[in-house]
């Protein structure tokens, strides 16, 4: 069985950032999953229709190819608005699957493992992975951190707007009745309000080591 590692928690909790080194480190393939769901939900949009009508979102979903993942739009937030929309819909998770679980099992180059991270990898796509993180940290932060990263790529936002946006993904990607954001039972819980990105990957690195999984020397 090739491992694993999931990582999941919400947007701007430090997922990603955790999860390049971890893949690095390691050695493994990495998977964004949220870029799915961003390049699903740009789709849409520049189609012109509604993220929330599950045809447009289903044939967008079905059409991804590898290079739209490439997209510098999809970094925006009104991309991860429509995200968050069209990951509710079941055909549109359901469609997403495979492409994960096809990753996982041949991870690009040849990789001997696979970091995924997202919002229900740990619950849904790799239940049975002994490798499960859960990023977590206050709202507040979240939104600043968010808007930093934002600015560094040259797009204006306003700290109100990022709160507000923020809020309402939690929102919707936690109270969703499909593979809602949530804790694995047997996820090991980081908390990074206070912490720095050195100390976070420490955390994590301690937690796969204690579980057998040891970086190749
Ligand atoms: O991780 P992100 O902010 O790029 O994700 C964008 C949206 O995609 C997020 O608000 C919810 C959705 N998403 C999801 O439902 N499941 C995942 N595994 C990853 C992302």
Excluded: C
């Excluded at 991870?107 to 993180?133: M, N, Q, S």
Aim: aromatic share 6%; hydrophobic share 40%; net charge negative.
């Amino acid at each position: 069985m090739i491992p694993v590692i999931a990582i999941d928690g919400p947007a701007a909790a430090g997922k990603g950032t955790l999860a390049r080194r971890i893949a690095e480190t390691y050695g493994f393939a990495y998977l964004d999953t949220g870029l799915l769901y961003r390049a699903t939900g740009w789709k849409v949009l520049s189609a012109g229709d509604d993220p929330e009508n599950p045809e447009s979102a289903l044939k967008g979903a079905q059409t991804l190819a590898p290079d739209d993942l490439d997209n510098p739009e999809l970094r925006g937030d009104e991309t991860a608005q429509a995200a968050s929309k069209v990951a509710a819909i079941p055909s549109v998770r359901a469609a997403l699957l495979d492409f994960q679980r096809n990753f996982a099992e041949h991870p690009p180059t040849g990789a001997k493992g696979a970091v995924i991270d997202g919002r229900d990898i740990g619950t849904v796509v790799f239940p049975a992975t002994p490798y499960k993180l859960f990023i977590i940290a206050a709202l507040e932060v979240r939104a600043e951190r968010r808007l930093k990263e934002l600015r560094q790529r040259g797009i204006e936002s306003i700290h109100a707007r990022v709160l507000q946006d923020m809020k309402d993904r939690d929102a919707r990607d936690s109270q969703r009745d499909i593979a809602p954001l949530a804790k694995a039972e047997d996820a090991f819980q980081i908390d990074t309000t206070e912490m720095d990105a050195e100390s976070v990957f420490s955390a994590a690195l301690s937690y796969l080591v204690s579980r057998s999984l040891k970086p190749a020397s």
